[in-house]
């Protein structure tokens, strides 16, 4: 048995098995469902806001009160006194609220990343599903060669065919199965990509769907403005500038002066061996003479003209990103139209016409061939016209920050 025979059992043999042993097919809710349960990106993100507002809260607590004990040995004289600190200049609240800015920036920096790596997740997905698509194309080539080459087989022991047009055909398919070969690999690789984004036990086999998209050309002015609106980072970026305002607000409190109030017990010998007792009460009022604050109110100022300018950077690669990739999906979404169209007359009638002509004798083994390989070509040309327009959706889809046509 010849060994293109022997690939061609075996592939056989493990589509019979598969048909009886089916997996599970994956969606991409599915997959997609599976990675907000499951990874890792979200409990980072929630530790990581958990930080931010842990040492947030740090700054705003009040200072700690203090005891003082004294005793003075040139006669008896002890004190008993109690000090804290009042927080009259209004400091802690802006503190506070900067925290909550500081809080609401870690949470929209975390929920971009996971948007993110949820577009790659999706992009994976599909990058799979076009891979296993593929396969499948190239399979029903192989499935076609192999019936020619069990009439061809039938017609040569009958006297009525050639040698050479079995030959030519077989080596058709040994062409085929390597052709199928590669693309199971790369299949192979795209599966083990989408897996890395899933849990480990997760076992990702079939997936199901369509690489077709549904949506429409796309405005890119309007999508433009949408994305400002929508992306994460940005929203990020707008949190933390209301933070470093408050910042500098707080910092500016530092010259209103913060008494120190204290308050306590005395004990003293008042001579003729006599005790006497009594309250103590005091004030003390730090002089803001040399620091007032002002280096904090000026780092953060600067802190403030760093994230405008951050934001309008940003903005501007926001715009050029989603005009960008807008246009492309626009052309992608028109050349898969044209190629459709084009298309919509030939396809299999191109085939049957040939298979007609070769057994009237019209035409031989290579035309038949040729009109089998332009079918599987255009096939081919077609999936990979779909999983660009895809792909190029997604790609949008992550620099406007939200999910298009839903």
């Known amino acids: 048995m010849h060994l293109p025979i022997r690939a061609a059992t075996s592939a056989l043999c493990m589509a019979a098995f598969a048909t009886l042993c089916p997996a599970q097919e994956w969606t991409e809710s599915d997959v997609v469902q599976k ?43 002890e004190f008993f006194q109690a000090e804290q600190a009042l927080p009259i200049s209004g400091r802690l609240k802006l503190l506070r609220q900067a925290g909550g800015s500081a809080v609401r920036a870690a949470e929209a920096e975390s929920a971009f990343d996971i948007w993110q790596a949820r577009t790659s997740l999706r ?8 891979a296993q698509q593929r396969e499948a194309v190239i399979a029903g080539g192989l499935k076609e060669i192999e019936s020619a080459i069990r009439v061809l087989r039938d017609r040569e022991r009958e006297g009525e065919g050639s040698r050479y047009d079995r030959l030519r055909t077989e080596r058709e398919r040994a ?19 989408l897996q890395a984004f899933l849990p480990e036990d997760t076992q990702i086999t079939t997936l199901s769907g369509r690489l077709e998209t549904s949506l429409d ?7 433009a403005s949408r994305a400002l609106a929508a992306r994460d980072d940005y929203r990020a970026e707008q949190r933390r500038l209301e933070q470093f305002r408050l910042e500098e607000r707080a910092a500016s409190r530092l010259k209103i002066p913060e008494p120190v109030v204290s308050a306590g017990y005395k004990r003293a010998d008042i001579g ?3 005790i006497a007792s ?53 052309v992608r979404l028109e050349a898969r139209g044209r190629y459709r169209t084009e298309l919509a007359d030939g396809g299999q009638e191109l085939v049957k016409i040939a298979t007609v002509a070769y057994q009237e004798g019209e035409i031989g083994i290579l035309q038949l061939l040729d009109a089998y390989r332009a079918q599987r070509q255009a096939q081919l040309r077609m999936l990979e016209i779909e ?20």
């Open 35 to 77: 990675f907000l349960e499951q990874n890792p990106f979200a409990r980072e993100a929630r530790a990581r806001a958990a930080v931010v507002q842990a040492e947030a809260r740090g700054r705003t607590f009040h200072s700690n009160p203090s005891f003082n004990y004294s005793r003075e040995g040139a006669g008896l004289t």
């Open 123 to 130: 992009l994976a997905f599909y990058q799979t599903l076009a």
């Open 175 to 193: 062409e085929l199965l390597a052709e199928l070969a590669l693309v199971r690999a790369e299949s192979e690789l795209e599966r083990a990509r």
């Open 217 to 223: 050309a796309v405005d890119e002015t309007g999508l």
């Open 272 to 274: 003729q061996n006599r």
């Open 278 to 330: 009594g309250g103590v009460v005091g004030v003390s009022i730090p002089l803001p003479v040399f620091n007032k604050g002002q280096a904090e109110v000026a780092r953060f100022s600067a802190e403030q003209e760093r994230v405008t300018a951050r934001m309008q950077i940003l903005a501007q690669r926001i715009r050029a990103a989603v005009e960008g990739y807008a246009r492309a999906f626009n």
């Open 387 to 406: 999983a660009a327009v895809k792909e190029a959706q997604i790609e949008l889809e992550r620099v406007v920050g939200e999910e298009l046509g839903k």
